[in-house]
């Protein structure tokens, strides 16, 4: 059974810096691209960033390119999303998602990804 566990939300002010986890159980990493994603009350969920199967392709969503950065640990089965420089903007639910993709790129689209999990808030207040 597939799992993911996200951690690492919280309360932080503008220009601060969170880094989010997202353990995985049930699957290995080289055959499952991860994706995260967050949905702020009243806004459609939207992707944010992914990494792929292999790790060596990663995309972002314009508004956070130069300041997240998603990484992978796969002896952790452990992907995680670096966040800088956050804006009140930032503030939503977080949640990774994984797709079975032994090959290729990621995606920051929600309809490849089958499991999901319950999200971690991340607040961006003064």
């Known amino acids: 059974q597939l799992q993911l566990v996200e951690s690492g939300g919280g309360l932080v002010q503008p220009g601060g810096s969170l880094r989010l986890s997202c353990a995985v159980s049930?699957?290995?990493?080289?055959?499952?691209?991860i994706g995260w994603f967050r949905q702020a009350p009243g806004k459609e969920r939207e992707g944010v960033s992914c990494?792929?199967?292999?790790?060596?392709?990663?995309r972002y969503v314009d508004s956070v390119k130069d300041r997240f950065t998603v990484s992978r640990d796969t002896a952790k089965n452990t992907v995680y999303l670096q966040m800088n420089s956050l804006r009140p903007e930032d503030t939503a639910i977080y949640y990774c998602?994984?797709?079975?993709?032994?090959?290729?790129?990621?995606?920051?689209?929600?309809?490849?990804?089958?499991?999901w999990g319950q999200g971690t808030q991340v607040t961006v207040s003064s």
């Open positions: 998602a994984a797709q079975r993709r032994r090959f290729g790129t990621c995606v920051l689209q929600k309809s490849p990804y089958d499991a």
């Open positions: 990494i792929s199967s292999s790790g060596r392709t990663t």
């Open positions: 049930g699957f290995t990493l080289d055959y499952y691209t």
